[in-house]
Every structure is written in structure tokens, then in C-alpha cells.
């Protein structure tokens, strides 16, 4: 397994807000700070507020209130808190260890809490030497609305369990005096607050105690936020951080209370609580005596609990629990295995430190690659069927997973079998295509080392299989014996690059190349989809025998305007189309295209609607390509039953006769020469789209845990086509959207909100090999109802590879930076690279991509097939010229942001 870092790239940050201003002048180290003069504000930490020296809070005329539900706090009880040490002082934070920055920034406050739309609770300073204009100033800005908020961010480390004795204490005191609150049904953070403190300090019996602790833990006046806060930063993918907006720990400390109070609310739907926090699910509040030793204080118990619930993944578990013994369990068995595994990081670490030594001074050896592969694998293959079944929702998962794939790899490969019988006049059909698909998904399942990966015949080899045919055609070759021949050269090539550890090669391919060639194989898809769609209105919309029903139709108009005494049955026979139109053909094909399209992409993101609640939001989702094919075809076989659409394919009767071994002697030696040559471009493209497709799937975005086997999946790849040659059934290879989005479908994710962004981050993913094997032994039977599967309405089968194009797009970033081409720049979504790139420099490199994918597409779809035969060196340069040409354009700072994994 490899090992990762057990922070995962995250850090806690500290956020404080005092309102009111900014804060007095830093002075230099060991200076005396300058003498309290009258006009002078000194900072109040304890309470957060600004306190003239030497002078005290005056009460207003009227009682001072925050809000109008609010009960009014004297200005009494504000000023009663003493300013103890808790708060690191000015001094003190600047020679802090961990690094900080501070803001100043104006608020105008608009609450409509606020009577009349200003604060009437503003405190007045009195200050002795105060002028006429000083008091007018202070009134203009009263009135106005306006306020000033010193905000400051500082990192702290994660606690380490293994070492620190008081974080495991901390845990062990919450579980014993649990202040745990289950799906709270609030959304308001004044009422969530209010219920933590209510069940932390009701028993003390104090009002006192309550009023303290909720004026500590929000800042005062007009402007109404949480304080202090610990929230949980990480590693954005490219770059950059995020914060985690599903929890956030308020902390204070009061002298009112003689020991330290933690309370956890989960709340029955996520609350917006204002930047960085819009998608708030728990709300962890920390109270602490004023006169508290340093480990115990409310910034060291916080961030006792902020490490605990920086792990997404027990998130993710603490939201699914019922009970509240549960939630305790759970939090008690990560405290007690983050200890195990933080107490084995220096070794594991070092150990990390050697391997990565020895790859970085890699030299090419015979077979080092599989057996490092398979090092890693075997010991985690057990658990590659247990993962599918165990655990919460892993059972709904795999079956919602395994159905996604039966379709997503079922349609494609009918739709392909058609393809290729009329590329090669019937020699490959649908049912060896069939036959080709189940054999090699489920070895390639049982054996494989990457299980997410998913095998298929695609519209590349589609292509390839076309150029051979064609030279077959020209120089009067035996066909069967030649594409046997071809795809044995191939597997002899890939023994070879698998056996030398050439997959290394791929350390060179960056992201930029990935979605490149990702991106082509999403438009081949939509091109071979509408494509079909034009060909359809072609042979039933736009006909001689439509032209003449226009003619006829012209012709009846006219004669009902000029002579209304004709019978209507002469006008329905004039009207009666001609035989041989069918345009309703054509407009029925092109309601089932686009209404897969439609309906698939609409379920595939109902998880971002408002409607149900979320676990039927994500059912739905996971099962929105099975329903969209279902629905689609029962619309076009049964509802317009009447239109007579055209059958996907013609099956024939199942025969052990197609199991027979090519006959090689029909091929001469010029013959296997220039196989060799066909088998070689052919290896090129198994090998870029095999491990494209791995490096998509093992990107660092999916957490996947239990290591990579690039040699060892190209070898196994090999030996399943070598099989097929031999046979000459269709070879398969790893497919591109299908991988990546088979990673998605297993995964369990987590929404966060960015400037009104909306995006999701995989929190898990379940590595099984379950969902390949069920939906590639559902395959296999599909063999037994080819009659019933012929139904299938044509344009659903391609309707689904527009699905399959459109929900490959989500994620790629180079289709996001070519929409922000057309998109109004205050519309940019707040990502690493728009942090960190020029505007022009990022649109230059979208252009370099473009023209990339531009040739691509040139060389893909040009009607010569010779010229196809070049188009797998094509996608092997891409590499050079983005290591070689692009630096020489875009500086290496630039490329690194925003071409980083």
C-alpha cells in the first residue's frame, strides 16, 4: 500500500475578528509601548471590543442589544471581563512561531434585524479631551452604517496524538461528560448557539454564565460573527488551499465558569454561517476558564478537536450515525487509531523518503516494475472484494456502480459492434464484440491491478480496425489472419514496455496531455453521435419524396383559399404525404438523442437540486444512465410504437463456430513485416491510453489508498488481447470517460460552496473489484437476450455516448478554461490557477491546448484512413512539446499552478 501523508496537506487556521477597528500599533521587542493617552484605543482581547485607556463602557440610553431577539446585556457585564492571558498579546503574536496575517476591511452592515436599518445600541465613547469634531466624526459613522473589522488568520499544527498526553485526555473528558447534540433542526447561528450553551451551562444554574459566554463568542455592535474560530485548510487540487466548510469550532474563554465545557451540534441540514463556512454540518463550541494553564486553554482543546475532524472520512461517518453511543465509538476509535498511525509516521516516513530516493535515480531493469506492482496489490487483494460490501452505503454503492457499468459498457459496445460489421462487411459483428467485452472485463477484474479501470473497445480501435481492413482490401489480404497478426505484434510490444518498465515514461506526462487526449475521446464520442443523427435525416428527412409533400402541401393551401366548397376528404387525400417520407422518423430520433442526453445529465446532477432530501437526491444520481436508457427506449419502442425506427442491429444465433483459431498460414512474410509495423502504432495508442486512463484514475484528487500497477495492468492488457487475436474478436483497452467516471460512482463526496461556486471533493472512494466482475457477467448474459436487446432504439445507444461526453467534461480543466474564453471575468470561478496566473497567460496556454486538440481531431476524423495510422505517435508527442515548446512560451512558475496535478 502506498503510504500517504496522514495530514493529507491540511492545516488549522485560527481566525479572530474585533470590530470597531484596527488594532494599536505593534511596538518593537522588549519596548515599553508608549503611554495611554486619551485619544488613544487599546485593544480589550478578552472581550473583543475597544475600550478607550483608563476609561470604562458607558451604558447607552436605551439597553444594548445585538439583535432584536436578543436579551439586553449591560454594558456592565462587558466591561467586568478582565483581560486575561489567553489571547497571545500584540508582542506575543508577532514573534509567534506559526505565521499570521492581518486584515483591515469595511463592513456596511445591512441587517434587517437592525432597527430601522442602523444600530441603535451603538455604545458612545466619552473620552476627557474628546473635541466637537472627534464627536462628530464618531456620530457621521454611527449613522452611516459603517464599521471597520480587524480580522486576523493564523496556521496552526495539527496535534499530534502520539506525543501530546492532554489531546487523547481531552477526547476521553468529552466522551465522559458528552454535551452532543443530533441533528439539530436550526439553521439560524445565534439559535445553534444558543442550544449548545443552553445544554453546556444550564446545569450551572447561571444566567450569568450564559450572557459571558455569548458575548465571547461573537464580536459586538452592529457587525454579528462568530469571534474566534478553528477551521481546517487543505491542498487544493493544482494548488492552492480550500477550506473545510462542513464543520468550524468556535472558542472562548470566560470567568465564570470553573472547568472547561465542549459541546458538538450536528446539524439535520447544513447551515450557511458566512465566508468559508456555507456548508456547515457540525458546529463544535469550546468554553474555558479565563484562568486556564496553557494546555488546557480553549485554543489547545480546540485544536484537539479541529485535528479529530479534519479526516473527511469520519465526517462522512459521524453524519450517517443515528445514536449518540455511536458517535461516541466512532470518535473514539479514530482518536485511538490516529494515535497508532501518527506513532508510526517517523518510521513510515523515512521508509517513504528511501523509495522515492530510489525512483528518482530509476534506471531501466527487467521486471522491477511488475514486481513492485505486485508487491503492492496482493497484499490488499482480499480486501478488493471485501470493500465492496463493508461499510456504510458500500452494499447500495456497488450495485448502483454495477448497473452504471453494464449500461455505460453494454451501449458502447453494441453501438461499436455496429461500427465495426460495416467497416469490415460483417467479419466483426455486435456479438463478438459482446464476447471480447465480457472476457476481457472480468479478467481484467479478477487480475488486473487497478480494478477501477474498465476495459473496452472504443472509437480509436474502431478506427484502426477500418485502416486495416482497408489495406487488406488493397493488396487482397486475408482479413481475419492479418488483424490476428496485428494484435499479436501488439501484446509482443507491450510485453516488452511492461517487461522494461517503460510505463515511468508516464512520470513525464503532465495534466495538460491527459485531458487533451480526455477531451478528444468526449468530442469522438459526440461526433460518432450525431453523425448517426445526420446520416438518419439524410435517409428519411431530407428526400426527393419530402420535397414532393412540400409541393403537395402548397398546392392545398392554395386550393382551400381559393375555392372553400371542396370537401375535406379531397383535401385529406391531397394531403396524404408521399410514399417514402418519414420525417417523424427523423424527429423521433432526434427527441430520443437529445432526451437521454437530457434526462441523464438532469439526474446525474439532481444531487445539486433542493428537492427530496439527499440520500434519494443521490440514488437518484447513481442510477440516472440505467433510468435514462430505460425510460428513453421505453418512449421510442412502445409509446411511438407507431413510428417505425430503424433496429440497432440484426442478431444472429449464438454459435461455438466463431471460437475457432485463425488461419495464420494465409499470411506471406511481407505480410507479418508489415503487421509489425500496423502492431507497433497500434502498441503506441494501447500504451498512452492505458496509462493516461490509470493516471486519471490514480489522481491525487481520488484518495484512492492501496497504490498504482501501471506495468502490471499493461501486462495483463496484453495477454487479454494476445487471447482475442488469436480468436479475432475485437481488442479492448482501457477506456476513457468510463475509468474516471467509474472512480465517481463509487465515491462518496463532499459539497462545498465558493463565492456561489458550488463544487464537490471526494471524501473516499471503494476500491472493489466487485462492480467490474457483476456487470460484466450481466454482459455476458446480455448474450442470451440479443433478441430483446435489438429494441434498444438506435438513438438511445448514442444518446448515451453524448451522456458519457457531457459528465466526462465535469472536472476537466481544460474545457473549464476554454468556457471562461466566452464568461464575464466577475464570473470567474475562485480557483488555484485564477489566484496564481495572469488572465493572459492562462488564456495563451488554453489556446496551446486548443490547437493540440485541434490537430488531434484533424488526424482523428479525416476521411483517409492512412492518415489515421499516425494518429497514436500524435498523442505520444503531446508530451515533448509540453516539456520542450510550451516552457519556451509560459514562464515555469505559471506552468507548474496551472498544469499541476
Keep these: 500500500m502506498e503510504n500517504t501523508p496522514l495530514t493529507q496537506d491540511v492545516e488549522l487556521t485560527v481566525a479572530c475578528y474585533n470590530d470597531e477597528g484596527p488594532p494599536p500599533p505593534y511596538h518593537r521587542k522588549n519596548s515599553q509601548p508608549n503611554p495611554a493617552s486619551p485619544e488613544t484605543l487599546a485593544i480589550d482581547m478578552s472581550g473583543n471590543t475597544l475600550v478607550p ?50 486584515t483591515i476591511s469595511g463592513i456596511k452592515f445591512d441587517d434587517p434585524y437592525i432597527e430601522d436599518g442602523k444600530c441603535s445600541d451603538r455604545t458612545s465613547w466619552k473620552t476627557t479631551d474628546s473635541d466637537d469634531d472627534s464627536s462628530l466624526q464618531t456620530k457621521l459613522q454611527d449613522e452611516s452604517g459603517l464599521t471597520l473589522m480587524y480580522s486576523k488568520h493564523e496556521k496552526l499544527p495539527m496535534k499530534d496524538f502520539s506525543m501530546e498526553v492532554r489531546a487523547t485526555m481531552d477526547v476521553q473528558n468529552f466522551l465522559k461528560k458528552t454535551v452532543l447534540i443530533l441533528d439539530l433542526n436550526k439553521v439560524s447561528l445565534d439559535e445553534i448557539i444558543d442550544e449548545i450553551l443552553h445544554k453546556l451551562l444550564d446545569s450551572s444554574g447561571s444566567k450569568h454564565s450564559f450572557d459571558q459566554a455569548r458575548s465571547a463568542l461573537f464580536t459586538h455592535d452592529c457587525v454579528h460573527q462568530l469571534s474566534r474560530t478553528l477551521q481546517c485548510t487543505s491542498i487544493s487540487e493544482g494548488g492552492g488551499f480550500d477550506y473545510d466548510q462542513n464543520w468550524i469550532c468556535a472558542l472562548a474563554s470566560i470567568p465564570s465558569i470553573q472547568t472547561r465545557h465542549v459541546g458538538i451540534a450536528r446539524l439535520h441540514h447544513p447551515a450557511n454561517l458566512g465566508t468559508a463556512s456555507q456548508e456547515v454540518y457540525f458546529v463544535i463550541v469550546v468554553l474555558t476558564p479565563t484562568k486556564e494553564k496553557g494546555t488546557k486553554n480553549e485554543l489547545e482543546t480546540g485544536r484537539t478537536f479541529a485535528t479529530i475532524m479534519s479526516d473527511p472520512e469520519l465526517r462522512m461517518k459521524l453524519l450517517e450515525v443515528n445514536t449518540e453511543p455511536e458517535f461516541k465509538e466512532i470518535l473514539e476509535a479514530h482518536t485511538n487509531a490516529l494515535a497508532e498511525k501518527q506513532k508510526n509516521w517517523a518510521s513510515e516516513k523515512a521508509m517513504f523518503s528511501a523509495e522515492h530516493q530510489e525512483q528518482s535515480s530509476f534506471r531501466c531493469s527487467l521486471f522491477r516494475g511488475i514486481r513492485e506492482d505486485l508487491r503492492r496489490r496482493i497484499p490488499v487483494y482480499v480486501s478488493d472484494f471485501k470493500d465492496g460490501v463493508v461499510g456504510n452505503k458500500s452494499i447500495q454503492k456497488t450495485i448502483s456502480t454495477t448497473f452504471f457499468l453494464y449500461f455505460a459498457c453494454l451501449m458502447p459496445s453494441i453501438a461499436f459492434g455496429v461500427l465495426n460489421a460495416n467497416n469490415t462487411k460483417g467479419q466483426l459483428n455486435v456479438e463478438k464484440v459482446l464476447y471480447s467485452q465480457t472476457f476481457g472485463g472480468l479478467v481484467f477484474a479478477f487480475f488486473g491491478g487497478t480494478p477501477h479501470i474498465v476495459l473496452l473497445t472504443t472509437a480509436p480501435l474502431a478506427l484502426y480496425t477500418k485502416i486495416i481492413y482497408s489495406i487488406c482490401q488493397d493488396f487482397d489480404i486475408d482479413f481475419p489472419a492479418m488483424y490476428a497478426c496485428v494484435g499479436l505484434w501488439n501484446s509482443f510490444f507491450l510485453f516488452l514496455y511492461s517487461a522494461f518498465d517503460l510505463s515511468v515514461l508516464m512520470k513525464w506526462s503532465t495534466r495538460s496531455s491527459e485531458e487533451i487526449f480526455a477531451l478528444f475521446i468526449s468530442i469522438a464520442f459526440c461526433v460518432d453521435a450525431f453523425k448517426d443523427a445526420v446520416s438518419n435525416f439524410a435517409a428519411h428527412y431530407n428526400i426527393p419524396a419530402c420535397s414532393m409533400t412540400t409541393t403537395a402541401n402548397s398546392a392545398v393551401n392554395y386550393s382551400i383559399t381559393s375555392n372553400l366548397t ?13 410514399s417514402g417520407c418519414e420525417r417523424d422518423v427523423s424527429l423521433l430520433y432526434l427527441l430520443l438523442l437529445l432526451g437521454t442526453l437530457w434526462l441523464g445529465v438532469t439526474l446525474y446532477n439532481f444531487t445539486m437540486t433542493p428537492y427530496l432530501n439527499a440520500g434519494k437526491r443521490e440514488l437518484l444520481a447513481d442510477y440516472s444512465l440505467p433510468v435514462a436508457v430505460v425510460i428513453m427506449s421505453f418512449f421510442g419502442s412502445y409509446i411511438f410504437r407507431d413510428v417505425q425506427l430503424d433496429s440497432s442491429f440484426t442478431p444472429r444465433e449464438l454459435s461455438l463456430e466463431v471460437f475457432k483459431v485463425v488461419p495464420f498460414h494465409n499470411l506471406s512474410v511481407g505480410a507479418v513485416f508489415g503487421a509489425m509495423g500496423l502492431g507497433f502504432c497500434l502498441s ?8 493516461i486512463s490509470a493516471a486519471l484514475v490514480n489522481a491525487q484528487q481520488n484518495k484512492l489508498k492501496k497504490g498504482t500497477a501501471y506495468h502490471w495492468d499493461l501486462l495483463v492488457c496484453g495477454v487479454i488481447n494476445a487471447v482475442l487475436s488469436l480468436l479475432a474478436f475485437p481488442w479492448v483497452h482501457a477506456a476513457l470517460p468510463h475509468s474516471p467516471l467509474h472512480v465517481r460512482a463509487l465515491a462518496d463526496v463532499e459539497e462545498r460552496v465558493d463565492q456561489g461556486h458550488i463544487y464537490q471533493i471526494i471524501v473516499r472512494v471503494r476500491e472493489t473489484r466487485l462492480t467490474a466482475i457483476f456487470s460484466h457477467i450481466l454482459i455476458g448474459l446480455s448474450l442470451l437476450i440479443l433478441n430483446y436487446l435489438a429494441y434498444i432504439p438506435t438513438p438511445v445507444l448514442y444518446g448515451l455516448f453524448l451522456y458519457v461526453g457531457v459528465t466526462a467534461l465535469y472536472g476537466n480543466q481544460l474545457f473549464e478554461r476554454i468556457m471562461l474564453l466566452i464568461t464575464e471575468q466577475s464570473a470567474y470561478p475562485p480557483n488555484h490557477y485564477i489566484r496564481r496566473v495572469p488572465q493572459r497567460t492562462i488564456h495563451l496556454f488554453t489556446v496551446l491546448q486548443m490547437v493540440q486538440l485541434l490537430v488531434l481531431c484533424a488526424f482523428g476524423f479525416t476521411p483517409y484512413p492512412y492518415l489515421k495510422m499516425f494518429f497514436p505517435v500524435l498523442i505520444f508527442t503531446l508530451i515533448p512539446l509540453r516539456h520542450k515548446v510550451i516552457p519556451r512560451l509560459i514562464r515555469q ?3 507548474k499552478a496551472i498544469d499541476g496535478h
Design 566 to 578: 371542396n370537401s375535406v376528404a379531397s383535401v385529406v387525400n391531397s394531403t396524404a404525404p408521399p
Design 684 to 691: 503506441l495508442l494501447f500504451f498512452m491510453d492505458q496509462n
Design 53 to 102: 485607556p483608563g476609561e470604562s463602557l458607558t451604558s447607552p440610553e436605551s439597553p444594548r442589544r445585538r439583535h432584536k431577539s436578543d436579551g439586553a446585556i449591560p454594558a456592565a457585564t462587558l466591561n467586568s471581563q478582565p483581560s486575561g492571558n489567553n489571547h497571545l498579546s500584540p508582542n506575543q503574536r508577532k514573534n509567534s512561531m506559526f505565521g499570521s496575517r492581518s
Design 893 to 895: 512558475k505559471f506552468l
